[in-house]
């Protein structure tokens, strides 16, 4: 089975890590995973034994996401966007995917509905059409007009068998920020929460007993950082270590080391073996990103979650709410991050110590394989 997954990650990476999770589910199944994406490039993620097909990158200029900036830094015109709409439809025709899924769209990504839409008709036109499939996790930005559902609402209907909704239904439905019609209603499947397998705790001892801070791929993470070097100046009995990500890494780096000369910091570029380094940790600093939640879940670390809130962001924040009565768990909201607030902060989950892992239902990327293939039989 030919698979094809459409991604375009604007601020981070969390779009592309839940969509190469997706895609090592069907490789692990047997079957052929094109991914093809859109964002700047992200190489630390693992994409082995799939082909990763990059269109010409975009970004978001920082939590606008209707300014759409080239890797230089230049504003996307009209000819990079159809450069980018070209290749798209002609990867859809070359490949010939049984399988397409587009992720976030049509209920985001709305900037790129263009090129979504042609690449959803090439794959209509297709002599053997795919069963298209949308892929959203647990809770998405609801949308600021009832028109902007309504248009989900006739995108869906028009071209998808189904929606992939990547949660469990009792504990986060897509209604919590979503307006679920009749219609929409009748396409969602629910897989269950996307997270790679737990992996065994880093061999080396990495990350014991330290404060792990990560903040993902961008500089919206930087108030999180400079908070965390103070926390960590008044909590000299602890290590502190900053995981830096986003293609300006060194910079930021360069930067933030100069501001922790002399407390108990370690400052580097994010690293593969992270989630090998969580269940070691005392505790966790982070956002509240779909996988960095997932994560969390899973290692049953001690955790702060400062919800990503800039530009009207409510996703971060609702699914901090919902983590928030579990033990050793505690949100801060950005306008109350301070290094005080902080370090109280970490200090009470530390002293919660580590949940009992539960199982909250990690296997949705496997669901989400069987799903497709169920709707595959079906067709034919």
């Known amino acids: 089975m030919k698979v094809m997954i459409i991604v375009t990650h604007l601020l981070g990476t969390g ?5 190469l999770t997706l895609g090592r589910a069907f490789r692990d199944d047997g079957h052929d995973v094109m991914v093809v994406t859109g964002g700047v490039p992200a ?11 990059g269109l010409p990158p975009l ?22 966007h159809a450069t980018r709409e070209a290749a798209l439809v002609q990867a859809v025709n070359s490949f010939q995917p049984q399988i397409l899924i587009t992720e976030l769209y049509p209920f985001g990504r709305r900037s790129l509905s263009a090129e979504f839409d042609a690449a959803l008709n090439a794959a209509s036109a297709l002599p053997e059409r795919p069963v298209i499939l949308g892929s959203v996790r647990d809770i998405l930005a609801p949308p600021s007009k009832p028109a902007k559902a309504e248009r989900a609402d006739e995108i869906v209907s028009r071209y998808y068998d189904g929606i992939l909704v990547h949660s469990t239904e009792s504990v986060t439905p897509l209604s919590v ?15 269950g929460f996307v997270a790679p397998a737990l ?10 007993d330290e404060i792990l801070v990560s903040a993902g791929g961008g500089s ?19 290590r502190w270590r900053l995981l830096v990500g986003g293609t300006d890494a060194k910079a930021r780096i360069a930067e933030l080391s100069r501001m922790a000369e002399g407390a108990s910091v370690v400052l580097e570029p994010v690293r ?15 956002m509240c990103g779909y996988n960095t939640a997932m994560d969390i879940l899973q290692s049953g670390t001690p955790a702060v979650f400062v919800p990503f809130d800039d530009g009207k962001e409510v996703e971060q924040g609702l699914r901090g709410q919902s983590l928030s009565d579990l033990p050793a768990i505690e949100v801060l909201e950005s306008r109350a991050l301070s290094w005080a607030t902080l370090a109280r902060a970490v200090e009470r989950v530390v002293a919660d110590g580590p949940r009992v892992q539960q199982d909250f239902g990690f296997h949705g990327a496997i669901q989400s394989v069987h799903i497709a293939k169920r709707l595959l039989e079906q067709r034919t």
Request: proline fraction near 9%; charge should be positive.
């Open 177 to 191: 920020s979503w307006p679920v019609s009749d219609r929409l209603a009748k396409r969602l499947h629910y897989t």
């Open 43 to 53: 190489p630390q993620l693992d994409s082995t034994g799939m082909t990763l097909f």
């Open 199 to 208: 992996p065994q705790p880093h061999p080396d001892a990495a990350g014991q």
């Open 220 to 238: 919206v993470g930087q108030p999180i950082f400079r908070a965390a070097i103070e926390a960590a100046r008044k909590m000299p009995s602890r």
């Open 15 to 19: 779009h592309l890590s839940r969509a």
């Open 272 to 286: 593969p073996d992270f989630r090998q380094m969580l269940p070691l940790a005392a505790a966790s600093v982070s």
């Open 59 to 80: 970004r978001s200029d920082g939590t606008n996401f209707t300014r759409l900036l080239t890797e230089s830094g230049d504003e996307a015109d009209a000819a990079y």
